[in-house]
T-cell receptor, first 113, second 109 residues
């Protein structure tokens, strides 16, 4: 089915470990986003990529890095995981920066112990 | 402090009842979106409103954008258990959408 695919769905890390969350979309969308969702705080933007080859910081970028590998793929890396990064991470895409309507992946539930 | 305040935070009602949830901000938005999120899944877009005062209907759901484009409401008529979920509003920022914390709705059969 067309859409946004995230891997893995679940992950447990120890403090200080690193990992990369993968995201791919097959809708030929230009813009891609990484959000984190925490109870009572809604979705907060970590990083976004308006188009292939560009990335920009969002509201909560500290502790994360991203790579827009090509038009389809946008990965999120945690270099040294901290308990504060325990969250559910969502990747999303849309047709253009000013376009309406995100398509979201089903999320990655990350626990850092 | 949330840019978008949603109320109520939690709502539990019986099947067949009507309800309204609210999304308020001190900021003006060029557009506002409503999403529904089910457990273990990402949010799914329900509607986008653009014009102040605009009303859109999606079956039993009615969405309204405030005249000043700072607030919005979602009204559900004759709620059904399938309406259960987290309802999120999102306002268009400069480069992205800013989300409220959501209203968690439970409709009991």
């Amino acid at each position: 089915n067309a859409g946004v695919t995230q891997t893995p769905k679940f992950q447990v890390l120890k403090t200080g470990q690193s990992m990369t969350l993968q995201c791919a979309q097959d809708m030929n969308h230009n813009s891609m986003y990484w959000y984190r969702q925490d109870p009572g705080m809604g979705l907060r933007l970590i990083y976004y990529s308006a188009s292939e080859g560009t990335t920009d910081k969002g509201e909560v970028p500290n502790g994360y890095n991203v790579s827009r590998l090509n038009k389809r793929e946008f990965s999120l890396r945690l270099e040294s995981a901290a308990p504060s990064q325990t969250s559910v991470y969502f990747c999303a895409s849309r047709t253009s920066l000013g376009g309406y309507g995100y398509t979201f992946g089903s999320g990655t539930r990350l626990t850092v112990v | 402090t949330q840019l978008l305040e949603q109320s109520p935070q939690f709502l539990s009602i019986q099947e067949g009842e009507n309800l309204t949830v609210y999304c308020n901000s001190s900021s003006v938005f060029s557009s506002l979106q409503w999403y529904r999120q089910e457990p273990g899944e990402g949010p799914v877009l329900l509607v986008t409103v653009v014009t102040g005062g605009e009303v859109k209907k999606l079956k039993r759901l009615t969405f309204q954008f405030g005249d000043a484009r700072k607030d919005s409401s979602l009204h559900i008529t004759a709620a059904q258990p399938g309406d259960t979920g987290l309802y999120l509003c999102a306002g268009a920022g400069n480069n992205d959408m800013r989300f409220g914390a959501g209203t968690r709705l439970t409709v009991k059969p």
